[in-house]
């Protein structure tokens, strides 16, 4: 069951790094639009996301219960070290689905409207980058259990180079795949020639913030480079994903836009994979050099049972009323 | 502000939030089912405008709800650490289940909400009954959880270990039924007279009076019938805090002596220092009835209680009669309610009764509120009844309130703005949904 409860957590990160942050691309795309695209760009988003995102935001949650039901030991020490970095993530979630609700339900159309996109938008660009930063926190070593003051303690955890890299490099990611599925999303020719445009600056802005987070590792001693080229899956995903990406822009050439999205995802679960496989089963690396495993902080037997059979009940009851939902409101309207 | 009192304050306010919010969540979609229902049998189009109208306040409800929920699984683990490391893998039994539920529900909202004229017209309904019963058990779910606190099950302390974890066991404590029963109750209670004060306020205007007084209707019938029922759950809680915590009890009456019998104290003013009531109406036995079902029973005074397990007797008995004298009025105006259904008298005539029905819209959940506040505040100084205090589970990261600072502006105008847009969403009734063959507004 052990397995069970794991391979969720690490479906559920997944798909909320997937879905979820397709969901936060698409306003990261909005945030970079001009101006007199913008209500363009919002109307394709709206028929897009709109009747998907909530959903595509519970994947936190299950991922966040998981953490706290079964592995407690390290969803306190993340709570703890990393508080100030989860605080404005939860901020900017807050903000963001607010605003996208009360933008579309504002029975008047006026200028609460501009303060809404607004909001909307810095919250969208927020919310990745504080969560690609606690990503980048957990593995980068600068967690210190024993730090004595208060900046050492709680703001250096999270506030250092490799940390600030990996959350832009995924800021840049879900612009990514945001630009990608939006270009399936569309039927004008206009629409779809600037959404190539914003896929193509999100890919070099995704190879510019990944460099610089290879650049940040090996600054900060953190063996990146040891765990995705020293090792045969970190490797070969490493390679699939530059083979998918060759060919994701191939087929964007030859105007094959719905099977895009599908590379584009499995790109993203590669770098995903390249950057974990090697760390795995050890989730967070403390200051000291010494690491929290997933093995060994799981919860009593008893409770990983029973949360592994909640688990596979649910997944079974909402897997395929979600492929339902996702299905039927993919379709374009006649 | 002390840190301890700040990482109170900020998961008070966040709860206090984030209930109001899922309580409408959660029920507003049985209404809406009850007239898309009417819709499909009658069709009717009034039936339907009440419907949509309503599923865009259930929007704006349900995602505020569900982003303060997102907050809270969070901040159990930034505000109480501690607290979670040991309670965690014990009572996250309900918290699994209620992913599922919720996830569920979040699902069958996107197809109710963009499904309008694309789904088959019974799955659309039953989509929308999905969010209603799963957003309900999800509810019942997360008392269970807060239950599991005032009466924990499904392991055994020894040593300052927490061993023989059960969490199917710690799921079903003692408490959970009568609480969740309570909750559910409220919720209802609260919602309909919410929902019904609206629609009567814009009867009492005379506009649209056709669609609002359908949708009226629909309202008061179950927050009628929830403030029927909710004294009985009430007593079931009286009698069951009585045996399992005592000193919650206690300090819900300010009973500050044990007393064989002992009388029910209405209103009166605390002195905690003395440890006297004054002014309070005393009804002799009446607590010893109460609590154990016989007018001569003895009932445990604080004296009985170490000091150090008082919990703050003044909040708490303010509160407890906040929400008692709130639920009786309620009370009354739902029996008035059912006299007037059973004589069958026009409505739009008893202008005074639509009237009782606006003043009754903040009611339902400032007694909510309060009875929220009663079980809370009564459980201190715990935070596991009996195993854990809650100043031992605290964040050891100063400066916790300027986190607090922070969430009151946000709760403050998230409320405003949710307030703001439910009042321009009434406002546009009349232009939305006048004319009988309205085109779909919006989308």
């Keep these: 069951m052990d397995y069970v409860v794991i391979s969720f957590l690490c479906l559920g990160i997944l798909l909320y790094f997937l879905l979820g942050g397709a969901d936060f691309g698409a306003g990261i795309i909005e945030l970079f639009t001009s101006t007199k695209n913008r209500s363009r760009t919002r109307k394709t988003m709206y028929q897009a996301i709109g009747p998907v995102w909530e959903a595509n935001h519970m994947w936190l949650i299950i991922a966040i219960v998981i953490l706290f039901v079964g592995f407690p030991h390290i969803y306190t020490t993340m709570s703890v070290y990393l508080h100030i970095p989860l605080l404005i993530m939860l901020i900017g979630i807050i903000a963001r689905g607010t605003a996208f609700v009360f933008r579309h339900y504002d029975a008047i159309k006026d200028d609460m409207q501009w303060l809404y996109n607004r909001i909307f938008r810095y919250s969208s660009f927020v ?65 779809k ?104 902080s799981i919860g009593p037997e008893k409770t990983i049972n029973s949360l592994g059979l909640a688990l596979l009940l649910g997944s079974i009851l909402i897997l395929p009323f979600l492929g339902y939902l996702f299905y039927k409101f993919q379709k374009k309207e006649e | 502000m002390d840190d301890f009192l700040a990482a109170r304050s900020q998961m008070a306010l966040s709860l206090g939030f984030h209930i109001i919010f899922s309580c409408i969540g959660m029920v507003m979609p049985f209404f809406m089912a009850v007239s898309h229902y009417k819709w499909l049998k009658t069709n009717d189009e009034a039936y339907k405008n009440v419907t949509k109208a309503w599923s865009k306040g259930v929007a704006i409800f349900f995602a505020t709800g569900a982003v303060s929920g997102t907050m809270l699984s969070f901040e159990l683990g930034l505000l109480w650490p501690k607290f979670m490391e040991h309670a965690g893998p014990i009572f996250g039994m309900p918290f699994s289940l209620e992913g599922t539920a919720f996830f569920i529900e979040a699902i069958a909202l996107g197809f109710f909400l963009y499904g309008w004229n694309k789904l088959n017209k019974w799955f659309h309904w039953f989509t929308g009954m999905v969010v209603g019963v799963s957003g309900l058990a999800s509810g019942i779910l997360v008392v269970a959880a807060n239950s599991w606190m005032n009466s924990p099950a499904g392991f055994d302390f020894v040593g300052g270990k927490y061993i023989n974890i059960d969490p199917i066991q710690a799921m079903l404590n003692k408490a959970w039924f009568s609480q969740a029963l309570h909750m559910c109750l409220a919720a209802f209670t609260a919602t309909g007279f919410a929902v019904a004060g609206v629609h009567a306020l814009m009867i009492l205007r005379n506009s649209n009076k056709d669609f609002h007084l359908k949708a009226f209707k629909i309202a008061a019938i179950f927050a009628c019938i929830g403030a029927l029922l909710q004294p009985l759950s009430g007593d079931i809680s009286a009698k069951d805090v009585a045996k399992r915590q005592p000193a919650k009890l206690a300090a819900m009456e300010a009973l500050y002596k044990t007393q064989k019998p002992a009388p029910l104290l209405i209103g009166g003013i605390v002195n905690e220092k003395d440890k006297t009531v004054k002014m309070a109406i005393e009804v002799p036995g009446a607590l010893s009835f109460l609590a154990h079902g016989d007018f001569k029973s003895e009932v445990k005074g604080l004296d009985q209680i170490p000091e150090n397990e008082h919990p703050p007797v003044a909040i708490t008995h303010y509160a407890f009669q906040i929400m008692v004298g709130i639920g009786t009025l309620l009370l009354f105006v739902a029996l008035i309610y059912f006299f007037t259904l059973f004589k069958k008298k026009s409505l739009t005539d008893k202008r005074w009764l639509l009237k009782l029905f606006v003043l009754a819209i903040p009611l339902g959940y400032i007694a909510l509120e309060a009875g929220w506040v009663v079980t809370e505040v009564g459980r201190q100084p715990w935070i596991i009844y009996g195993i854990m205090r809650t100043k031992d589970a605290v964040t050891p990261m100063p400066g916790i309130a300027y986190s607090f600072y922070i969430f009151t502006a946000i709760y403050v105008s998230l409320s405003l703005i949710v307030t703001f847009l439910l009042y321009r969403q009434i406002k546009m009734v009349p232009v939305l949904y006048n004319q009988p063959t309205s085109k779909t507004p919006n989308q």
């Design chain 1, 193 to 296: 020639r600037r959404f190539i445009k914003k896929a193509e600056y999100m890919n070099i802005a995704a190879v510019v913030f990944g460099a610089m987070v290879f650049i940040a590792a090996q600054l900060d001693k953190i063996p990146l480079i040891d765990w995705v080229f020293k090792n045969t899956v970190g490797l070969s995903a490493i390679i699939l994903a530059s083979l998918s990406l060759i060919l994701l822009w191939y087929l964007l050439i030859k105007g094959k836009t719905k099977v895009l999205r599908i590379l584009a995802g499995f790109q993203v679960t590669m770098i995903l994979v390249a950057i974990s496989y090697a760390h795995f089963p050890n989730f967070i690396r403390l200051k000291s050099g010494d690491t929290i495993s997933l093995f060994e």
């Design chain 1, 127 to 191: 919310t990745p980058l504080f969560l690609g930063i606690i990503a980048g926190s957990v593995i980068s070593g600068h967690i210190d259990p024993n730090a004595k003051d208060f900046s050492a303690a709680y703001i250096y955890s999270w506030l250092n180079w490799f940390s600030v890299s990996v959350g832009l490099f995924t800021v840049a990611l879900c612009g990514f795949l945001a630009a990608i599925y939006l270009i399936g999303e569309t039927e004008d020719d206009f629409d």
